[in-house]
């Protein structure tokens, strides 16, 4: 006798209705956000910006670089000036003049070191050529020498220079120049001559910017010391600090 054959109809109904609808759960419906598997990669971040860059120094004392406006305060100490004073105003762009006051014991001539000479002057400074890395510049530093050697001996000095100097990591400016320390010596002592000097003297500068209104200056020239007496060896050998007010 045959036995029927019972199916849990249920059970079979639920198994077919969920096959049917594992396709559609597997693909969103509008509007769904993707699966997380499909959402691209984000681009990458852009670079953080660079430090800005800094500028070339916007003076310098040794070369060209007077500055637009303000001013400049300056003290050097070696061979011949101990110490020497000087104050440097812009009176436009590219010009500035100012006074200088100093103890004088060589005027650049080492075989008279340890003279006794007080000097004043008026330096002008121009500019003749500046860029972010160049610096070019002349001064002329007219003025007064008195001497107290030997009786009393009234000196009229024009100072000429021209260096140029080249910019270095923002802060250092490395160059050279000319400097003709020209100087007529009058004495007041009988038996005495007038004495015309032009020292031609050659060599570098360095000016290292500590902050940016704070530089150290090192100046450095030799050459013939050439007077209507004698000619012998010239030294200028001058180190300092100049401060932008």
């Given at each position: 006798m045959l036995r029927a054959v019972r199916t849990p109809l249920p059970s079979l109904a639920l198994l077919l209705l969920t096959a049917s609808a594992a396709p559609a759960l597997a693909q969103?419906?509008?509007?769904?956000?993707?699966?997380?598997?499909?959402?691209?990669?984000?681009?990458?971040?852009?670079p953080a910006p660079?430090?800005?860059?800094?500028?070339?120094?916007?003076?310098?004392?040794?070369a060209g670089g007077v500055p637009t406006s303000g001013a400049i305060a300056q003290l050097e100490a070696g061979f011949s000036g101990l110490p020497r004073a000087a104050y440097h105003y812009s009176l436009r762009r590219g010009f500035s003049v100012g006074g200088l006051v100093g103890f004088d014991y060589?005027?650049?001539?080492?075989s008279r070191t340890f003279g006794k000479n007080?000097?004043?002057?008026?330096?002008?400074?121009?500019?003749?050529?500046?860029?972010?890395?160049?610096?070019?510049?002349?001064?002329?530093?007219?003025?007064?020498?008195?001497?107290f050697e030997g009786g009393f001996t009234l000196g009229l000095m024009a100072n000429l220079q021209a260096t140029a100097g080249?910019?270095?990591?923002?802060?250092?400016?490395?160059?050279?120049?000319?400097?003709?320390?020209?100087?007529l010596a009058i004495p007041t002592k009988s038996g005495r001559s007038t004495v015309f000097a032009v020292p031609v003297l050659v060599g570098p500068v360095a000016e290292f910017h500590l902050t940016p209104p704070l530089a150290i200056t090192m100046d450095v020239k030799v050459g013939p010391?050439?007077?209507?007496?004698?000619?012998?060896?010239?030294?200028?050998?001058m180190a300092g600090v100049a401060y932008r007010l």
């Open positions: 969103p419906a509008d509007g769904d956000a993707p699966a997380p598997s499909e959402v691209s990669a984000p681009e990458s971040e852009a660079s430090e800005p860059v800094v500028q070339s120094v916007s003076w310098d004392i040794t060589g005027l650049w001539r080492p007080l000097v004043f002057a008026a330096p002008m400074r121009w500019t003749i050529f500046r860029d972010q890395a160049w610096s070019v510049g002349a001064r002329v530093d007219p003025g007064l020498a008195f001497g080249y910019a270095l990591e923002n802060r250092i400016i490395l160059g050279g120049g000319l400097e003709l320390p020209i100087l010391h050439i007077a209507t007496d004698d000619v012998r060896w010239g030294l200028k050998l």
